[in-house]
């Protein structure tokens, strides 16, 4: 059996239990060899006050300390920004022939595939499992999305009976946690402890993030 790799991309800034749950499930439910986390570039103009690329890496590196099979994969950050996932999959490729790799994607960000650079070329170079998120089940999918999942879903257990293209659902448990209420939480004097590591809160006091202006 070839290896089989799930790919779990985000901003991460700041990685949270949502994310960290959410590929722990998908890893055993998909019987993935490993998951890894690529945090994104983004362009310099559009980066938090304070948060580069590499600090939101490094929070992700001090989440996934003694993780089973999930690690960090900063390769985006040594590409332009801003990150395509199109060309971050072919570089995977490049670097191991021989696996099979799923995109993992939140239901939110599922629907935002088709806004995606060249996002018709997903299905030729991975599968992609949907990680059930609170907040987002209701919202429809748009057409192109139906379209392809009328003939590509299938159940998590045959996924990689192929080598590409496959579509599934994933049932985690459902964590309604986001970057965006721990960043709200840390700018009203709140504290996020208990919906991230602590290892990731060390990091976010020792440098200060967060404290300024929202992003
Ligand atoms: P932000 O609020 O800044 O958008 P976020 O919490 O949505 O942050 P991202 O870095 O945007 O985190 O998400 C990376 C990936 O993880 C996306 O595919 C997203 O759908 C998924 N994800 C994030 N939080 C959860 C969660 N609580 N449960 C399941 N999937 C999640
Ligand atoms: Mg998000």
Known sequence: MSLRIGI???????VHYGHLRAATEARDLLALDRVHFLPCAVPPHRE???????????????ALQGAQ?????????ALPAPSYTVRTLEDMH?????????????????????RWHQWQR??????????RRPGAENAPYPDALREWAAKAE???GTLFESQAGGLTHCKVTALDISSTRIRELLQAG???????????????????LYRGKTT
């Not at 938090?48 to 001090?62: C, D, I, Q, Y």
């Not at 099979?69 to 950050?77: F, H, M, T, Y």
């Open 94 to 114: 490049r670097e191991m022939p021989q696996a099979s790799f799923v995109l993992l994607l939140g239901e939110d960000a599922f629907r935002g595939l088709p």
């Open 190 to 208: 709140r504290d996020p402890r208990y919906l991230l590591p602590d290892a990731v809160l060390d990091i976010i006091a020792r440098e200060n």
């Open 69 to 77: 099979g999930l690690v960090l994969d900063a390769r985006e950050l």
């Open 48 to 62: 938090a006050p304070g948060v580069s690329a590499e600090l939101r890496a490094r929070m992700v590196e001090a």
């Open 8 to 14: 779990m991309g985000g901003l991460f800034n700041p």
């Open 122 to 131: 997903i299905p030729e170079l991975a599968h992609v499992a949907v990680l």
């Open 154 to 156: 299938t159940a998590p």
